[in-house]
């Protein structure tokens, strides 16, 4: 575990109540793993099911925590990032309460600082989302 739920806050920009992750898995030069227990006091959790809007910023947040984490690494400071474009999203499922998300993050592309990602949520074995996002980060 590279980050945990006690210090992800350290790296990403989000503050309780909107952080949608736990625990920055994995990060390295092709992408990053994440982990994220659905809560009871989460703000998209609606009929027992988390929404869609938390699992795309779950993505997101995924994203802030690996680049942050490689930034801090490399001796620099976590950089912030803004979603510039979502496309090819398909959901498929919705996870319930006091389940876990696992998250992949898949980098497919670089152009100077903006960076095309695939992210995939799943729980239990699961699809839930996929989609593709360009991340602009501030240099």
Same mark, same amino acid.
């Given at each position: 575990?590279?980050?945990?739920?006690?210090?992800?806050t350290?790296? &990403?920009?989000?503050? =309780?109540?909107f !952080?949608?992750?736990?625990?920055?898995?994995?990060?390295?030069e092709? @992408?990053? /793993?994440?982990?994220?227990?659905?809560?009871?006091?989460?703000?998209?959790?609606k009929?027992?099911?988390?929404?869609e809007?938390?699992? &795309?910023?779950?993505? =997101?947040q995924? !994203?802030?925590a690996?680049?942050?984490?490689?930034?801090?690494?490399? @001796?620099? /400071?976590p950089?912030?990032?803004?979603?510039?474009?979502?496309?090819k999203?398909?959901?498929h499922?919705?996870?319930?309460?006091?389940?876990?998300?696992?998250?992949t993050?898949t980098?497919?592309?670089?152009?100077?600082?903006?960076y095309?990602?695939? @992210?995939e949520?799943?729980?239990?074995?699961e699809?839930?989302?996929t989609?593709?996002?360009?991340?602009v980060?501030?240099?």
């Amino acid at each position: 575990m590279l980050l945990t739920k006690e210090n992800i806050t350290e790296i &990403i920009p989000q503050q =309780a109540p909107f !952080v949608m992750v736990d625990n920055l898995v994995s990060a390295d030069e092709t @992408g990053f /793993k994440s982990t994220f227990k659905v809560e009871e006091n989460n703000l998209f959790l609606k009929d027992g099911k988390l929404q869609e809007p938390a699992l &795309i910023e779950n993505i =997101a947040q995924t !994203v802030a925590a690996g680049f942050g984490f490689v930034d801090k690494q490399a @001796g620099g /400071k976590p950089k912030i990032g803004f979603i510039g474009g979502i496309s090819k999203l398909n959901i498929h499922a919705l996870p319930t309460l006091n389940k876990t998300i696992e998250t992949t993050v898949t980098h497919l592309h670089q152009f100077e600082n903006i960076y095309l990602i695939k @992210g995939e949520n799943f729980c239990d074995g699961e699809l839930l989302v996929t989609c593709e996002m360009k991340i602009v980060v501030q240099e």
